[in-house]
């Protein structure tokens, strides 16, 4: 089982997935030193991000059959944070036009895929900015960008809770009750993980 804790910087993801045990969470990987130059073709940033979302799922699988589930700190897809940016009006080499037929091929493939079940928290801004100030241990920069990205964060996941109806909730549920919920689930994937036809009804629901 795949499962993907989501939300903006500060809103607790990092804090929820490290409850369920070392080797059973999967941070984001750093990518910042393997990126392409900023003026380097479109294309070559879309096939990055790919390629790298693309291992960062083959551990959350490898981790997966190792213990029956993983906790993910944000989606391994993310080419959401790409229709956040722009929709937000930032500037980001990532362009989402350019990125949907790369992804879309990822998943053709079976290198990237859906996780069983998306949490995705909504913080309050002052909260976010207090439980930031109160973290010493990370930088968190460009924080007042990631808060005005929610909005559309929000949007990407209301959208894709259309094809995977039952499959996003909202918030982040008690440990102990998540935990209860694996053990009563199938172990076997969700037959729709690699199912292009949700990515493609999830970008028929986005926001125009």
Request: hydrophobic share 40%; glycine share 6%.
């Amino acid at each position: 089982m795949i499962i993907v804790a989501e939300g903006i910087s500060a809103a607790g993801k990092t804090t929820f997935a490290r409850q369920f045990g070392d080797g059973r969470w999967l941070p984001e990987i750093e990518a910042k030193a393997q990126r392409p130059d900023a003026d380097a073709p479109l294309i070559d940033h879309a096939r990055f991000w790919a390629g790298h979302n693309s291992r960062r799922f083959q551990l959350a699988m490898e981790i997966e059959a190792k213990h029956g589930f993983v906790i993910c700190d944000t989606d391994p897809m993310k080419v959401h944070f790409s229709w956040c940016m722009e929709r937000a009006g930032f500037h980001w080499p990532d362009k989402f036009e350019i990125a949907v037929p790369v992804v879309r091929e990822a998943i053709a493939e079976r290198r990237l895929g859906f996780a069983d079940l998306y949490l995705v928290k909504q913080i309050d801004p002052d909260t976010a900015r207090a439980q930031k100030e109160g973290d010493l241990t990370r930088r968190r920069g460009n924080f007042e960008q990631h808060l005005a990205l929610q909005p559309h964060l929000i949007d990407w996941f209301g959208a894709l809770s259309g094809p995977l109806s039952g499959h996003v909730r909202w918030g982040f549920p008690e440990v102990s009750n998540m935990l209860d919920e694996i053990k009563t689930k199938a172990p076997e994937a969700s037959p729709r993980r690699f199912d292009v036809s949700v990515f493609d009804e999830l970008l028929r629901r986005l926001p125009n």
